[in-house]
């Protein structure tokens, strides 16, 4: 089960490798399989059929928007952004009240790279933030008033740290 908290989908993406600070991040897109699924799970497809080469693709993908969303990207990089993003996306079609996206895994690639392009090229640039949590390394948007938000949507996140936060004042530490 993958999760969708961080305003974004290209973001998203970039968590299907978790706790990246660590020596041993967890991958979650291990097989081809994985990344059809997240695909379904994200609502951008039903069933697009994903190869050896196309987990690959889309693994590249991702760690070169998780670069550039840390500002540790490369030239390289921008251009195979610009590249990805080049091929046609994903077509969205409206049936009754179902929305559904048509196309292969390189729409769906250049659908994810152009909302990366989009969001690294924006103003919401500088809304791009790293959760606080200790455990947790994922990229969100945030999207408060203040622009002070400091953990990913993740329910645990911000509550541990405040508890933390709170036995550490208690204990007259902090
Ligand atoms: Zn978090």
Known sequence: MFTFLSGSLSLDLTTTLQVRHRDEPRELL??????TQWLDQAGLSGGITVDADGL????????????????????????ALNATAAAPPLVPQWTGSVLRFHGDLTH?????????????????????????????????????????????GMSACGTKVKSADYRRRKAGKL
Do not use: Y
Request: charged share 30%.
């Open 108 to 152: 769906a690639l250049s659908t994810l790279a152009r909302d990366a392009l989009l969001l690294l090229a924006g103003p919401q640039a500088a809304r791009i933030r790293e959760c606080d949590h200790s455990d947790c390394s994922r990229l969100f948007l945030d999207a408060s008033r203040s622009g002070r938000r400091r953990w990913c």
């Open 30 to 35: 291990v097989s081809p399989a994985d990344v």
């Open 56 to 79: 690959h693709r889309t693994i590249a993908l991702r760690e070169l928007v998780d670069r550039l969303c840390r500002g540790a990207g490369s030239d390289e990089d921008r251009v």
